[in-house]
């Protein structure tokens, strides 16, 4: 009779390790981390910009022989893009570039040659997400021949009609 108690106490033992308490899982690491904090779109001004965008680009009369450059820079924070509004003014007034990424840009805004009397106006605007900056872009007109101060007009040519 030894035997078979010695048998259930052998099982009774053997059970009581087996319904111990089982070690518990290791947590399992967070599938995604925290996402990076979202940058709002904005367009910073440097200083040596500044004046544009509050005043504009006003390119003088150049006797319309070639186009005139000016350079604005800029940084956006996110994608943006640059155009000119007017469909008039998009004939003669280009910017470069005209589009890009976050980061620091330089755009070559340029006017072709105005060859007629009258001045012109254009307004770019720059737009990054939902942030927009604008400036104007002027470019006097040309004189007509023979009303600017010298050339091409009759001073002091028989002023006193006596030599006709």
């Known amino acids: 009779m030894r035997l078979p108690s010695?048998?259930?106490?052998?099982?009774?033992?053997?059970?009581?390790?087996a319904c111990g308490k089982t070690p518990e899982p290791a947590p399992k690491p967070d599938p995604k981390p925290d996402p990076k904090p979202e940058v709002q779109p904005d367009i910073q001004v440097p200083s040596e910009s500044q004046a544009i965008f509050s005043s504009g680009i006003s390119f003088p009369e150049n006797g319309g022989a070639s186009s005139q450059e000016s350079t604005v820079?800029?940084?956006?924070?996110?994608?943006?893009s640059a155009d000119v509004a007017d469909v008039k003014a998009s004939s003669w007034l280009k910017v470069e570039p005209s589009s890009g990424t976050a980061g620091t840009v330089n755009?070559?805004?340029?006017?072709?040659?105005?060859?007629?009397?009258?001045?012109?106006t254009g307004k770019v605007t720059i737009k990054c997400g939902t942030v927009s900056k604008s400036f104007t872009v002027t470019q006097a007109g040309n004189p007509p021949p023979g009303n600017d101060t010298g050339e091409g007009g009759t001073e002091g040519f028989g002023d006193d009609h006596e030599d006709w």
Do not use: C, H, I
């Open 107 to 120: 755009m070559k805004v340029t006017a072709d040659p105005n060859k007629g009397e009258t001045g012109r």
């Open 73 to 80: 820079s800029f940084t956006a924070t996110q994608a943006w």
């Open 6 to 17: 010695l048998f259930f106490a052998s099982l009774a033992l053997a059970f009581s390790f």
